[in-house]
C-alpha cells in the first residue's frame, strides 16, 4: 500500500502518450510502449483490481506514475486516503489480466488526468486505434 510518488512511471509511455495528444498518433508504438511500461494498477485493498463497468466492457485503471494516481484520488474526492495499488508491466496487463475477467474488458489509463487514454478491448491487443 503505498501514498502517492513512490513508483516511477515510465518515460517512454508518457512520451507516447503526448505524441498522441500532439496529433502524431503511432498505435503500434503506443501499445507496445505500454506493454513495457511499469504501470500502477490500484486495488481494493483485497488484491482485487480496481475496474469500472461501462456499457458491457470492464475498464481496468492504471496510471503511468504517482502523481496520475493521486489525481484520479482527488477527482474521486478520496486523494487524502493512502491507496493500496500494484505495480506491473503493462504486458502482463493486456496478456494475462484482460483474458482471466471473461468478457470485453480494456484498459483505461490515467483517467482523471491532463492526458488519459484508452485501451480498447480486441482480440490481440497489439494496436491503439
Not at 515510465?10 to 498505435?27: E, N, P, R
Not at 511499469?38 to 503511468?64: E, K, Q, S
Not at 494516481?69 to 489480466?97: I, K, N, Q
Amino acid at each position: 500500500m503505498g501514498r502517492f510518488g513512490q513508483v516511477p512511471g515510465d518515460v517512454d509511455l508518457v512520451g507516447q502518450v503526448a505524441q498522441l495528444y500532439d496529433g502524431m498518433v503511432d498505435g503500434p508504438a503506443l501499445a507496445a510502449a505500454f506493454r513495457e511500461a511499469a504501470v500502477i494498477v490500484p486495488t481494493d485493498g483485497h488484491d482485487a483490481l480496481l475496474t469500472t463497468d461501462d456499457r458491457g466492457v470492464c475498464w481496468v485503471y492504471a496510471f503511468t506514475t504517482a502523481e496520475a494516481l493521486a489525481r484520479f484520488a482527488s477527482v474521486r474526492g478520496e486523494g487524502d486516503r493512502p491507496w493500496p495499488y500494484l505495480t506491473t508491466r503493462g504486458g502482463r496487463l493486456l496478456d494475462v489480466v484482460l483474458p482471466e475477467i471473461g468478457r470485453p474488458a480494456g484498459i483505461a489509463v490515467d483517467v482523471g488526468g491532463r492526458r488519459p487514454f484508452f485501451l480498447p478491448p480486441t482480440s490481440q491487443h497489439q494496436e491503439v486505434a
